[in-house]
């Protein structure tokens, strides 16, 4: 066992020379420091319904699946973090492999989106999408992968439509959210959702972000910026750092109806579980999963809990499901390397076995 750690004078005027040697560093670094953008991958529209965007993502080489696979992301971040940037791209690497993967961009709601329903978002929105890509390819089916939120739209999209997906990949997705480790389900399970959402409208991103953070405010308001010291220094290591910082704080709003909805249904009343999700009239039961599932979840997800995702297993009514557990948390299983190494192939290898 080791002893608390000694602070001598010398050790702690070594260490503010170090942090002064960064700092000065640091300035020279910023002047070189790019414009950070995203996106490693070239993309093209293919479909549009008003804001949402369906991008078929171009690789080095054709895809070699016969079945396209759809990705849907949740409407509180922006997509392109399974493309981040070319060493960070859960999408480079189910090209890489020869998947064949779109991507749905559910763009930024405005105030005339205010009255969108999650019936819109997952019939109207995800279901277009899939209609447009079972028209192009001439087939009854399309492989679907939802992560988080995202995730949940396609399990009640697959749920209502199970003849329209061949292979459902959830990740990352919440399916029971009552698990007492889910924080941010225990600090909206009394929220009335009625009078937040008829006096603010549409939900402002900032206040979503703030609460996102404040579930680990000592990780992501202090920690992490007194880490940023160490690498200031470091060209790449600071360009990758303003890009995730980036992608954190470019949120858009949400649809004020929908996310009353959402918050109902699922965050406190636990439909999945429990029963009571309607999307537009009909009741969603997950018994009709009857096609192949594989559920990927993180073993250090402190948004989406592992208990929150394993539920899945006992829901679904197919008898081909299979789990994947992920050493890491709800971001790192898209940006980490152990991610870029697992989680492609895992994906590709699943798809292959049932493509034969």
């Not at 979840?297 to 008898?319: F, I, K, M, N, W």
């Amino acid at each position: 066992m080791t002893g608390p750690i000694q602070f001598t004078p010398e050790s702690l005027a070594q260490e503010a020379m170090r942090t002064q040697a960064k700092l000065r560093a640091g300035l020279d670094t910023l002047r070189e420091v790019d414009d950070v953008d995203y996106g490693a991958t070239r993309k093209e529209e293919v479909w549009r319904d008003g804001k949402v965007v369906l991008y078929r993502y171009r690789g080095e080489t054709a895809p070699t699946a016969k079945v396209p696979l759809l990705i849907a992301y949740a409407l509180v971040n922006r997509p392109y973090m399974v493309d981040l940037q070319s060493d960070k791209s859960i999408v480079r690497g189910l090209l890489e492999r020869g998947e064949d993967v779109y991507i749905l961009d559910w763009g930024y709601p405005d105030r005339s989106d205010r009255y969108l329903e999650l019936e819109d978002y997952i019939q109207r929105f995800l279901g277009g999408a899939v209609d447009y890509l079972r028209g192009a390819y001439r087939m009854e089916s399309i492989n679907l992968l939802g992560i988080c939120q995202g995730g949940a739209f396609s399990l009640c999209y697959s749920a209502l439509n199970p003849s329209k997906v061949r292979n459902f990949i959830a990740m990352v997705t919440p399916v029971d959210f009552h698990t007492s480790d889910n924080m941010l389900s225990n600090w909206t399970r009394n929220l009335d959702v009625d009078q937040f959402v008829d006096t603010l409208g549409n939900v402002p991103a900032d206040l979503m972000n703030w609460c996102y953070l404040t579930l680990k405010p000592w990780r992501l308001f202090v920690q992490k910026y007194v880490g940023l010291v160490d690498i200031l220094d470091d060209k790449k290591a600071l360009e990758d750092f303003l890009r995730m910082e980036k992608w954190i704080f470019d949120s858009p709003d949400q649809a004020g109806e929908a996310f009353r909805q959402f918050i109902k249904q699922f965050y406190q009343g636990n439909g999945f579980v429990k029963g009571g999700i309607d999307i537009g009239g009909r009741a969603v039961d997950l018994g009709y999963l009857d096609m192949p599932v594989l559920n990927i979840y993180a073993e250090q997800d402190h948004l989406v809990p592992p208990d929150a995702s394993r539920a899945l297993r006992d829901l679904v009514g197919t008898t081909d499901y299979t789990e994947l557990s992920f050493k890491g948390g709800h971001i790192g299983i898209y940006v980490s390397s152990r991610a870029q190494r697992e989680v492609p192939s895992a994906i590709h290898d699943w798809l292959e076995q049932r493509s034969r």
